[in-house]
């Protein structure tokens, strides 16, 4: 069935450093590929999104690059801030599949001054 | 524009009690979503309307939960009994299937 599998936690980063969080998926139709993020205390938002291959998604600077042949979306960040610090989910909608979104599991990311 | 509401923000109640969970979507937006986090692991699928009609329950657990969304607006699920591996958050989402708005989530403990 589809799936998406992304890198354990808790990460731990110190302000600046460069991020990068791992994100690979299994689908059996074309899916559109997503990063959702919970900041402490608030709800789900989508940080950025691809619809097909090769498209690059980006926001608040980071970005994530959806590779068909790697079957991957991985999440990057040049520069990281304490700001953001919070749980990000890799996630996909095929839509055939009746538009649910199949997250992964969740990666907590932590930064630290 | 309003977005995504949920009520309660938190539940705290025992095992064998009933509770139910409110979602207010987006004004006009026909596609309404609900998921749910159990003990930090990924979000689950749980049902999807499209207005009032039940499109997809693949993913609601058992019939302990109902789901019901009057007059294709604001939507309630119901726990009846609610067991301790109920707890978890319950997330809201409406929109579209390449951009859901979420909610806040309603945090529910069964003690």
């Known amino acids: 069935g589809d799936s998406v599998t992304q890198m354990e936690g808790p990460v731990t980063l110190s302000e600046e450093a460069f991020l990068t969080i791992n994100c690979t998926y299994t689908a059996t139709g074309y899916p559109s590929l997503f990063w959702y993020v919970q900041y402490p205390g608030e709800g789900l938002q989508l940080l950025l999104k691809a619809t097909k291959a090769d498209d690059k998604g980006s926001n608040k600077g980071f970005e994530a690059t959806y590779r068909k042949e790697t079957t991957s979306f991985h999440l990057e960040k040049g520069s990281v801030q304490v700001s953001d610090s919070a749980v990000y989910f890799c996630?996909?909608?095929?839509?055939?599949?009746?538009?649910?979104?199949?997250f992964g599991s969740g990666t907590r990311l932590s930064i630290r001054p | 524009e309003a977005g995504v509401t949920q009520f309660p923000s938190h539940s705290v109640i025992e095992k064998g009690q009933t509770v139910t969970l409110r979602c207010d979507p987006i004004s006009g937006h026909d596609n309404l979503y609900w998921y749910r986090r159990v003990m930090g692991k990924e979000i689950k699928f749980l049902l999807h309307f499209v207005k009032e009609s039940k499109q997809d329950e693949s993913g609601m657990p058992n019939n302990r939960f109902l789901a019901e969304r009057t007059g294709g607006t604001y939507s309630t699920l119901k726990v009846q009994p609610a067991e301790l591996e109920d707890s978890g958050v319950y997330f809201c989402?409406?929109?579209?299937?390449?951009?859901?708005?979420f909610g806040p989530g309603t945090r529910l403990t069964v003690l």
């Open positions: 989402a409406t929109g579209f299937y390449n951009e859901q708005f």
């Open positions: 996630a996909l909608t095929i839509y055939s599949s009746a538009s649910k979104i199949i």
